[in-house]
């Protein structure tokens, strides 16, 4: 994820035209006024290799990981419970998009439209949310996670942000795409995914034991973002095979698709329509020791994820280019 400001140039990328024509705000000035954007927590790759931790992988469109920042935390404080409220200070840009006046202020979000327009009168209050930004290696993607111990229900909050969507209690965003919930972190090799995966598994038979069929469908994703296997290969030792094997689909599938099973015998792999699936994101940190790879991992219910085109998590923003234009 890019530090440097969101560039301006002469594409419809800078600004936005209004029904008259004139060019409406640009990405810094529609968020300026909502929250200012936090710093990079740089201890925590290491952190997150040394423990567990929760959070959420937002994705978002290219360079527009600042605006994609701001406007996940105004939505994210809105659902994540016990925040306590708090004046926080503002950074207010005044012509020069690169300068900033400071003050403290209130809050007051207002979400209008297909997007989140903001004035100087419509600022967040911050929550005490606990949120790190997480430096990555990848542009359009962000990670914030919760310090190490604290275990927000990551998937119920994904949950009521979804409701909230298709109720149209919550304006769709205009900047974050996906918000994949990471119910805890790993290094991705069969040991890390045998530790990792049961403990979830176990927690969501627990509370949902009484609302699945028989057989339990369930289905495995296991997103690599792109990142090439022989890419990752090359950043490993001989010695450490279980993390090159493990960057192959097949291989995870196997793995992870054997662990519920031992825990659910009668379960069954169904990618058509299956009622929970676990899910597994690459998670391409900055600055790892060693380049060990990392996943998040999350068991989720059917009702935030989607099959078609591939399985996924609902995605927060219409699908212009799908025939009918639905949430996918």
């Not at 035209?17 to 740089?42: A, C």
């Not at 937002?58 to 306590?84: F, G, M, V």
């Not at 430096?135 to 994904?158: A, E, H, M, Y």
Request: overall charge neutral.
């Amino acid at each position: 994820m890019t530090e440097d400001h969101e560039e301006k140039s002469g594409n419809a990328t800078t600004g936005l035209e209004n029904d008259d024509g004139e060019l409406g705000m640009k990405p810094w000035e529609q968020h300026s006024t909502v929250i200012s954007i936090p710093r990079f927590d740089y201890n925590a790759p290491s952190s997150i290799l040394r423990h567990s931790h929760c959070g959420f992988l937002i994705t978002c469109p290219l360079k527009r990981e600042k605006s994609a920042t701001k406007e996940a935390i105004c939505i994210l404080e809105k659902y994540i419970p016990n925040a306590d409220s708090k004046k926080r200070k503002l950074c207010i840009r005044s012509g020069d998009p690169d300068s900033l006046d400071c003050k403290e202020s209130g809050c007051s979000n207002e979400m209008s439209g297909n997007s989140l327009e903001t004035t100087k009168s419509d600022m967040c209050a911050e929550k005490n949310l606990d949120l790190s930004l997480v430096k990555l290696t990848r542009s359009g993607l962000l990670l914030l996670t919760f310090p190490c111990g604290k275990s927000p229900p990551i998937v119920n909050i994904l949950f009521d942000i979804v409701q909230s969507l298709e109720s149209n209690s919550l304006s769709m965003p205009r900047w974050c795409h996906r918000i994949f919930p990471i119910q805890s972190t790993c290094v991705l090799d069969e040991k890390g995914l045998q530790m990792t995966v049961p403990k979830l598994v176990n927690g969501f038979m627990i509370d949902n034991q009484n609302k699945l069929g028989q057989p339990v469908k369930f289905a495995v994703g296991y997103n690599r973002r792109g990142i090439e296997e022989s890419e990752m290969k090359n950043t490993q030792s001989d010695k450490n095979d279980h993390i090159s094997t493990l960057l192959d689909r097949t291989k995870c599938f196997d793995v992870v698709a054997a662990i519920v099973k031992d825990i659910i015998p009668n379960s069954v792999v169904d990618l058509k329509h299956p009622e929970f699936a676990v899910l597994i994101e690459l998670l391409p940190l900055s600055g790892t020791p060693g380049g060990l790879a990392v996943g998040g991992v999350s068991v989720l219910p059917k009702e935030v994820f989607s099959t078609k085109p591939r399985l996924s998590v609902k995605a927060l923003v219409f699908d212009t280019k799908a025939k009918g234009v639905k949430r996918s």
